[in-house]
T-cell receptor
Framework: GAVVSQHPSWVICKSGTSVKIECRSLDFQATTMFWYRQFPKQSLMLMATSNEGSKATYEQGVEKDKFLINHASLTLSTLTVTSAHPEDSSFYIC???????????FGPGTRLTVL | GNSVTQMEGPVTLSEEAFLTINCTYTATGYPSLFWYVQYPGEGLQLLLKATKADDKGSNKGFEATYRKETTSFHLEKGSVQVSDSAVYFCALNLWAGSYQLTFGKGTKLSVIP
Protein backbone atom coordinates (compact mmCIF):
# COMPACT_ATOMS: atom_id res chain seq x y z
CA GLY A 1 0.00 0.00 0.00
CA ALA A 2 0.85 3.74 0.00
CA VAL A 3 2.17 3.89 -3.53
CA VAL A 4 2.84 7.17 -5.29
CA SER A 5 3.52 7.30 -9.00
CA GLN A 6 4.92 10.04 -11.19
CA HIS A 7 4.61 10.53 -14.90
CA PRO A 8 6.67 10.91 -16.94
CA SER A 9 9.77 9.40 -15.36
CA TRP A 10 11.93 11.50 -17.63
CA VAL A 11 11.33 14.25 -20.15
CA ILE A 12 13.45 16.27 -22.53
CA CYS A 13 12.09 19.51 -23.90
CA LYS A 14 13.18 22.58 -25.77
CA SER A 15 13.76 25.88 -24.04
CA GLY A 16 10.60 27.97 -23.89
CA THR A 17 8.15 25.08 -23.81
CA SER A 18 6.03 24.00 -20.86
CA VAL A 19 6.16 20.62 -19.22
CA LYS A 20 3.56 18.98 -17.00
CA ILE A 21 4.47 16.36 -14.40
CA GLU A 22 1.78 14.26 -12.75
CA CYS A 23 1.86 12.83 -9.26
CA ARG A 24 -0.72 10.23 -8.29
CA SER A 25 -1.48 8.41 -5.06
CA LEU A 26 -2.53 4.96 -6.25
CA ASP A 27 -4.09 3.39 -3.20
CA PHE A 28 -4.88 6.17 -0.78
CA GLN A 29 -6.37 9.63 -0.71
CA ALA A 30 -3.72 12.29 -0.48
CA THR A 31 -4.97 15.31 1.39
CA THR A 32 -1.57 16.95 1.06
CA MET A 33 1.03 16.64 -1.66
CA PHE A 34 4.52 18.08 -1.69
CA TRP A 35 6.80 18.94 -4.59
CA TYR A 36 10.57 18.81 -4.22
CA ARG A 37 13.46 19.62 -6.46
CA GLN A 38 16.78 17.83 -6.20
CA PHE A 39 19.99 19.02 -7.79
CA PRO A 40 22.76 16.50 -8.52
CA LYS A 41 24.37 15.15 -5.37
CA GLN A 42 22.28 17.43 -3.18
CA SER A 43 19.39 17.13 -0.80
CA LEU A 44 15.74 17.70 -1.58
CA MET A 45 14.50 21.25 -1.64
CA LEU A 46 10.82 21.71 -0.87
CA MET A 47 9.19 23.81 -3.56
CA ALA A 48 5.57 23.86 -2.47
CA THR A 49 2.87 22.19 -0.44
CA SER A 50 -0.58 21.67 -1.86
CA ASN A 51 -3.78 20.67 -0.18
CA GLU A 52 -6.60 19.22 -2.22
CA GLY A 53 -8.92 21.89 -3.51
CA SER A 54 -6.87 24.87 -2.40
CA LYS A 55 -4.00 26.91 -3.71
CA ALA A 56 -0.48 25.66 -3.19
CA THR A 57 1.81 27.24 -0.62
CA TYR A 58 5.17 28.02 -2.18
CA GLU A 59 8.47 28.15 -0.35
CA GLN A 60 10.44 31.35 -0.34
CA GLY A 61 12.33 31.87 -3.58
CA VAL A 62 10.13 29.57 -5.67
CA GLU A 63 8.37 31.37 -8.52
CA LYS A 64 4.70 30.46 -8.36
CA ASP A 65 4.08 31.72 -11.89
CA LYS A 66 6.81 29.50 -13.24
CA PHE A 67 5.99 26.36 -11.28
CA LEU A 68 2.23 25.95 -11.46
CA ILE A 69 0.80 23.40 -9.06
CA ASN A 70 -2.70 22.01 -9.23
CA HIS A 71 -4.17 19.57 -6.72
CA ALA A 72 -7.61 19.08 -8.16
CA SER A 73 -8.41 15.72 -6.63
CA LEU A 74 -7.44 13.57 -3.68
CA THR A 75 -5.29 11.37 -5.88
CA LEU A 76 -3.69 13.74 -8.37
CA SER A 77 -1.42 16.74 -8.27
CA THR A 78 0.34 18.27 -11.24
CA LEU A 79 3.42 20.47 -11.52
CA THR A 80 3.73 22.51 -14.70
CA VAL A 81 7.07 24.09 -15.46
CA THR A 82 6.18 27.02 -17.70
CA SER A 83 8.56 28.44 -20.29
CA ALA A 84 11.25 26.04 -19.21
CA HIS A 85 14.91 27.01 -19.44
CA PRO A 86 18.07 24.94 -19.06
CA GLU A 87 18.45 26.06 -15.45
CA ASP A 88 15.14 24.33 -14.70
CA SER A 89 16.73 20.99 -15.53
CA SER A 90 16.55 18.93 -12.37
CA PHE A 91 15.05 15.89 -10.67
CA TYR A 92 11.53 16.65 -9.44
CA ILE A 93 10.05 14.46 -6.72
CA CYS A 94 6.56 14.51 -5.28
CA UNK A 95 5.29 13.05 -2.05
CA UNK A 96 1.89 12.61 -0.52
CA UNK A 97 0.34 12.15 2.87
CA UNK A 98 -3.12 11.36 4.06
CA UNK A 99 -5.06 13.07 6.80
CA UNK A 100 -4.08 11.97 10.28
CA UNK A 101 -0.75 10.49 9.19
CA UNK A 102 2.52 12.35 9.51
CA UNK A 103 4.36 10.08 7.09
CA UNK A 104 5.03 11.14 3.50
CA UNK A 105 5.16 8.63 0.66
CA PHE A 106 7.44 9.54 -2.21
CA GLY A 107 7.11 9.13 -5.92
CA PRO A 108 9.99 7.79 -8.01
CA GLY A 109 10.86 11.21 -9.41
CA THR A 110 10.89 12.86 -12.83
CA ARG A 111 14.10 13.81 -14.56
CA LEU A 112 13.60 17.02 -16.56
CA THR A 113 16.20 18.09 -19.10
CA VAL A 114 15.70 21.39 -20.91
CA LEU A 115 17.79 21.86 -24.02
CA GLY B 1 13.95 27.02 12.76
CA ASN B 2 14.20 23.28 12.31
CA SER B 3 17.34 21.72 10.89
CA VAL B 4 19.02 18.36 10.40
CA THR B 5 22.76 17.81 10.29
CA GLN B 6 24.20 14.54 9.11
CA MET B 7 27.74 13.43 8.54
CA GLU B 8 29.15 14.27 5.18
CA GLY B 9 30.12 11.55 2.83
CA PRO B 10 30.95 9.83 0.81
CA VAL B 11 31.39 6.80 3.03
CA THR B 12 33.09 3.77 1.55
CA LEU B 13 32.98 0.46 3.39
CA SER B 14 33.88 -3.10 2.66
CA GLU B 15 31.13 -5.69 2.62
CA GLU B 16 30.18 -6.91 6.13
CA ALA B 17 31.63 -3.82 7.80
CA PHE B 18 29.76 -1.92 10.51
CA LEU B 19 27.97 1.24 9.44
CA THR B 20 27.20 4.37 11.42
CA ILE B 21 25.83 7.54 9.86
CA ASN B 22 25.46 10.32 12.40
CA CYS B 23 22.43 12.59 12.44
CA THR B 24 21.56 15.37 14.85
CA TYR B 25 18.64 17.74 14.76
CA THR B 26 17.36 21.06 16.00
CA ALA B 27 13.64 21.51 16.36
CA THR B 28 11.11 23.61 18.20
CA GLY B 29 8.92 20.95 19.70
CA TYR B 30 8.91 17.17 19.52
CA PRO B 31 9.53 15.99 15.99
CA SER B 32 9.19 12.61 14.39
CA LEU B 33 12.46 11.38 12.91
CA PHE B 34 13.06 9.46 9.71
CA TRP B 35 15.74 7.84 7.64
CA TYR B 36 15.13 7.68 3.90
CA VAL B 37 17.21 5.85 1.30
CA GLN B 38 17.62 6.85 -2.33
CA TYR B 39 19.02 4.40 -4.84
CA PRO B 40 20.57 5.81 -8.03
CA GLY B 41 18.01 7.39 -10.33
CA GLU B 42 15.11 6.72 -7.99
CA GLY B 43 12.93 8.57 -5.53
CA LEU B 44 13.09 8.24 -1.77
CA GLN B 45 12.04 5.20 0.20
CA LEU B 46 11.31 5.29 3.89
CA LEU B 47 13.85 3.13 5.66
CA LEU B 48 12.74 3.58 9.26
CA LYS B 49 11.19 6.08 11.61
CA ALA B 50 10.68 6.92 15.27
CA THR B 51 8.00 9.17 16.64
CA LYS B 52 9.02 9.73 20.27
CA ALA B 53 12.03 9.72 22.53
CA ASP B 54 13.73 6.35 23.10
CA ASP B 55 11.84 4.75 20.21
CA LYS B 56 13.98 2.52 18.03
CA GLY B 57 13.19 2.29 14.36
CA SER B 58 14.45 -0.76 12.50
CA ASN B 59 14.20 -2.24 9.02
CA LYS B 60 16.34 -4.47 6.80
CA GLY B 61 19.03 -4.71 9.47
CA PHE B 62 19.24 -0.94 9.93
CA GLU B 63 18.48 0.63 13.29
CA ALA B 64 18.24 4.12 14.74
CA THR B 65 17.24 5.26 18.22
CA TYR B 66 15.54 8.59 18.94
CA ARG B 67 17.77 10.23 21.58
CA LYS B 68 16.10 13.35 22.93
CA GLU B 69 18.90 14.17 25.35
CA THR B 70 21.48 14.34 22.58
CA THR B 71 19.01 15.34 19.83
CA SER B 72 20.34 12.51 17.68
CA PHE B 73 19.07 9.73 15.45
CA HIS B 74 22.16 7.87 14.26
CA LEU B 75 21.73 5.14 11.64
CA GLU B 76 23.53 1.83 12.22
CA LYS B 77 23.86 -1.52 10.53
CA GLY B 78 25.99 -4.35 11.76
CA SER B 79 27.00 -5.83 8.41
CA VAL B 80 26.53 -3.87 5.19
CA GLN B 81 26.04 -5.40 1.79
CA VAL B 82 26.86 -4.14 -1.69
CA SER B 83 23.12 -3.67 -2.23
CA ASP B 84 23.08 -1.09 0.58
CA SER B 85 25.01 1.34 -1.62
CA ALA B 86 22.79 4.41 -1.86
CA VAL B 87 22.30 7.90 -0.48
CA TYR B 88 20.80 8.09 3.00
CA PHE B 89 18.83 11.09 4.23
CA CYS B 90 17.95 11.89 7.81
CA ALA B 91 14.79 13.97 8.21
CA LEU B 92 12.35 15.31 10.75
CA ASN B 93 8.84 16.60 10.66
CA LEU B 94 6.62 18.60 12.91
CA TRP B 95 3.07 19.69 12.56
CA ALA B 96 3.19 23.21 11.11
CA GLY B 97 0.04 23.00 9.10
CA SER B 98 1.35 20.27 6.84
CA TYR B 99 3.92 17.96 8.51
CA GLN B 100 6.58 19.39 6.27
CA LEU B 101 9.79 17.35 6.18
CA THR B 102 13.18 18.90 6.85
CA PHE B 103 16.02 16.91 5.31
CA GLY B 104 19.69 16.61 6.01
CA LYS B 105 22.06 16.93 3.07
CA GLY B 106 22.38 13.21 2.55
CA THR B 107 25.25 10.77 2.94
CA LYS B 108 26.38 8.65 0.05
CA LEU B 109 27.36 5.13 1.01
CA SER B 110 29.38 2.88 -1.26
CA VAL B 111 29.93 -0.72 -0.23
CA ILE B 112 32.67 -2.58 -2.05
CA PRO B 113 32.95 -6.40 -2.27
Amino acid sequence: GAVVSQHPSWVICKSGTSVKIECRSLDFQATTMFWYRQFPKQSLMLMATSNEGSKATYEQGVEKDKFLINHASLTLSTLTVTSAHPEDSSFYICSARTAGDNEQFFGPGTRLTVL
Amino acid sequence: GNSVTQMEGPVTLSEEAFLTINCTYTATGYPSLFWYVQYPGEGLQLLLKATKADDKGSNKGFEATYRKETTSFHLEKGSVQVSDSAVYFCALNLWAGSYQLTFGKGTKLSVIP
